[in-house]
């Protein structure tokens, strides 16, 4: 971004002296017309600062600056003429001593010492038509390739790391136009984005985004763990009923799609040497997954946190963002006038909070508020805290429960369960804000999304202790199957319900909305209450990979289902009618994902694997004390190969002393 | 559809372009390609000129309120051509630096062509946003008093173009909105 600010200099502040040109190793010549052209524009300034008055010089200076900015292409096609005719000198003409010529005689000057890729982006960045950017490029190749005759710059390795360096740019151009080209739907994207615009496009964007993570950890899960694993397949002897899709059990359990049926054996064929440490293998496949989204995350993070950093002066309700900020995408002719409409409406509104900003509530108002509040998020907090108590006390029956009935699909309870409270809970604190009333409608989105995302934490908090401290350590047989079978079980009820609400849920609001009870009206595409969903359900994923190694398959196969889903029954929806700050929501969302639910993995799965026993008979770490005693052994054996001493060395300097984790926590 | 081609354009020009502007090689080609389908039959597209009307009328500006002075601002003499689509692509792409979506927001926005944004322009600007019917001249004024006392900081009753580009950079939605996709493909 340096050299953009640099070009921005240029363009605006005209009097500033422009830094490093003077050091440039030029020839006298230059020299002493760059020492000419700042006095020259030292002068200006100095005149121009003289015959203007305190708040006039703003403005002056700015009405100077525009009509240099206006007439600069004649003042550009003057200095060309002069450079190309006296080639020796920069050509000032000392009689016409205007603004415009010194400025383009500046921008000339300040684009020569700059390297070549850095020029490029500053004559890119300029607000000139593509003809005088031609010709200012090449006045500059000419200048510059001037110049290096003089200087013997070009050494040899300059000129190959110049070479490698275009090499690198034209792979790197050529590869970022092949993804481009190969992304998935960017047709329909851009068909969303004309009818609804920027804000719902943001969430087919993330869910665009998190399809990536699941299809690169299945494709290393793939090529790691299971195929080898295909060659190592014992007969299935199970039945195959209808009900594994729903259940996941039965016929599926002793496929590869559960940690049990992983062999915890090194495999090898025939006579060749090589062997494949299948434990090692596991466990090394899923943390290297894991870490690569964790690396992925971060950047994406960073690079939101940098475009749209959060400044608490977006939060005030300006005018000026509505009025200068109409979104461009839109495309569509319904479209637009529903946007003109909702704009009217929400300025309209904006104009009155103001306006209410000078009322004063009583004493009397002032309690009844402070009240409701706090009655809103006692009722929200403990509705919370009972949903998890329930989930936990029929987690805990389930067993009981399973061992009276014998139907196959007893086992989906739970999941049922969990899944209607996602449903149900969420729309019950929507309706809160009946009761509650906030002076600012921003605040009651972030409440509300506050109070959500707390209801879906703290449920999969509880499971997962459920989970771990239960299951683990119930003495049943492949305890670890069974998890990854729940795990599967809560994903694909959640899908269910998610599809049966997109498509049949909406379809029914719609037609309530518009014939029975038309005040209500059609309803808005709530962007919060969807991503929070793909977060829980990625978080499920993330979780379950261990014990599940399919899972990310399963999950591909979902949130594909999912956009043409979404994509359907967005008939059935207006766009939002606030103007909806997509770019903060979206870096808010990803810190989410980041946050607690990756966060919350990490913790999880390292819980499992330091402290828990893996059960005796099943999955690629039978046997040992400790999943984490896979890696010890390994460490071990390498102690007594004297070639591999490096990597016991990186153990146990690296991953087995705190200083390490420190400085990387500190970094990150 | 004349005889241009498809491939007429050398691949020396589309380096070039590619260079010049923030736009991706394919996303050249696509605008040459519309380009060429407004074009009349026979001659190069780098003479061809295309009117305001018929850039007015490409679908991605068909509806836009600011559509006649995107035109004004991006044209020459009143024409298009092709080198100003590719510009005015370029400017409205993705990739964009955000000052130079900040420039040439100013000029659109900037009505009566004085080098800044006054009360007149605000004025335009908001008939465009809002349903014309709907807004009352004292809604008008109030609008229009509101924008000055948030953005005009040296109390001249209009923008000037830092005083735009202050309000305006610490916007990320400014940069996401000021977008649109020029290329049918």
Request: with cysteine; glycine share 4%.
């Amino acid at each position: 971004m340096l050299s953009d600010d640099y070009s921005n200099e240029i363009i605006i502040e005209v009097e500033d002296i422009l830094p490093g040109v003077q050091s440039h190793p030029s020839s006298n010549q230059s020299v002493r017309e760059m020492a000419q052209v700042n006095s020259r524009v030292s002068m200006v300034s100095s005149l121009s600062d003289v015959e203007v008055v305190d708040y006039q010089t703003f403005s002056n200076r700015n009405e100077k600056r525009r009509s240099q900015l206006l007439q600069f292409s004649t003042s550009l096609n003057n200095s060309m003429s002069q450079t190309l005719c006296s080639p020796e000198c920069l050509g000032i003409d000392t009689s016409h001593s205007s603004h415009e010529t010194i400025q383009g005689q500046k921008l000339i000057a300040s684009l020569i010492p700059m390297a070549s890729r850095d020029r490029i982006k500053a004559i890119r960045n300029q607000p000139r038509s593509m003809e005088e950017k031609r010709k200012l490029r090449k006045i500059v190749d000419k200048e510059k390739s001037k110049q290096s005759h003089h200087i013997f710059e070009f050494n040899c390795c300059a000129q190959c790391l110049n070479s490698i360096s275009r090499a690198y740019q034209r792979s790197h151009n050529s590869l970022s136009e092949l993804l481009n080209s190969i992304s998935l739907w960017q047709k329909t994207l851009k068909v969303i984005g004309g009818k609804f615009g920027t804000s719902v496009l943001s969430y087919f964007n993330f869910l665009r985004w998190l399809l990536k993570f699941n299809i690169f950890s299945f494709i290393m899960n793939f090529s790691f763990i299971i195929i080898p694993q295909f060659t190592m397949a014992e007969k299935n002897t199970l039945q195959f009923t209808g009900w594994e899709f729903l259940t996941g059990g039965g016929y599926f359990r002793d496929t590869v799609m559960y940690y049990g049926f992983y062999t915890n054996s090194t495999i090898q064929h025939g006579n060749s040497r090589a062997s494949y440490n299948m434990q090692l293998a596991y466990i090394f496949t899923i943390s290297a997954c894991l870490i690569t989204c964790f690396f992925s995350l971060l950047f994406s993070m960073a690079k939101y946190f940098r475009n749209n950093f959060i400044n608490p002066h977006i939060y005030s309700r300006g005018i000026a963002k509505l009025i200068f900020c109409w979104d461009f995408t839109v495309t569509h002719e319904n479209a637009v006038k529903l946007k003109q409409k909702n704009l009217s409406t929400e300025i309209r509104e904006n104009l009155s909070e103001i306006r209410q900003e000078n009322v004063r509530f009583t004493v009397h108002q002032q309690l009844t508020r402070f009240f409701a509040h706090m009655a809103a998020w006692v009722v929200s907090t403990g509705g919370a805290i009972a949903c998890c108590a329930a989930v936990y006390y029929l987690a805990e029956y389930n067993s009981e429960f399973l061992r009276m009935h014998r139907d196959p699909g007893a086992v989906l309870l739970l999941p049922f369960v969990v899944s209607c409270i996602n449903l149900v809970v969420p729309r019950f604190y929507s309706l809160f804000r009946l009761v509650e009333r906030y002076e600012m409608p921003r605040r009651e989105v972030y409440v509300l999304l506050i109070r959500n995302i707390f209801l879906k934490i703290s449920i999969i908090g509880i499971l997962c202790y459920y989970w771990l401290n239960i299951v683990a350590l119930s003495g049943e047989e492949c305890w670890e199957t069974l998890i990854g079978q729940e795990i599967y079980q809560l994903l694909l009820m959640d899908f269910v319900f998610s599809l049966a609400d997109s498509l049949l849920g909406e379809f029914l609001r719609r037609i309530i909305g518009m014939r029975l009870i038309t005040s209500l009206g059609i309803q808005e595409f709530d962007i919060a209450r969807n991503v929070l969903e793909l977060i829980y359900a990625q978080t499920l994923v993330w979780i379950g990979i261990f014990f599940c190694p399919l899972l990310p398959f399963i999950q591909m196969i979902t949130l594909f289902t999912m956009f043409y889903a979404k994509n359907i029954s967005l008939m059935n929806f207006q766009p939002p009618s606030k103007a909806w700050r997509a770019s903060q929501m979206m870096t808010f969302f990803i810190f989410l994902l980041f946050f607690p639910s990756f966060t919350g993995v990490l913790c999880t799965l390292a819980i499992t694997i330091w402290r828990l026993k893996p059960s005796d008979d099943c999955g690629p770490f039978r046997g040992l004390p400790f999943f984490i005693h896979s890696i010890y052994s390994w460490i071990d054996t390498l102690r007594t190969r004297p070639s591999y001493l490096w990597v016991v060395w990186i153990y146990q300097n690296l991953i087995g002393s705190v200083h390490f984790f420190f400085i990387l926590t500190l970094i990150v | 559809m004349g005889q241009c081609l498809r491939y007429q354009m050398h691949w020396e020009d589309l380096e070039e372009y590619q260079a010049l502007t923030f736009l991706t090689r394919n996303e050249i080609l696509c605008i040459h390609d519309t380009f060429l389908k407004l074009c009349p039959p026979g001659k190069c597209y780098k003479e061809v000129t295309l009117t305001m009307d018929q850039i007015s009328s490409l679908p991605a500006l068909r509806v836009n309120p600011f559509r006649d002075r995107i035109c004004k601002v991006f044209s020459h003499n009143n024409v298009f051509s092709f080198e100003d689509v590719l510009s005015m692509a370029s400017v409205f792409s993705e990739q964009a630096c955000p000052s130079l979506k900040i420039e040439y927001a100013f000029r659109i926005y900037d009505f009566n062509e004085n080098g800044f944004i006054d009360e007149e322009d605000l004025q335009r600007i908001i008939l465009r946003l809002l349903d014309s019917d709907d807004t009352s001249e004292d809604l008008l004024i109030d609008l229009t008093n509101h924008v000055l006392s948030e953005s005009d900081l040296d109390n001249d009753n209009m923008l000037s173009f830092a005083e735009f580009e202050h309000a305006m950079a610490k916007s990320p939605d400014f940069m996401n909105s000021f977008r649109i996709h020029f290329w049918g493909c």
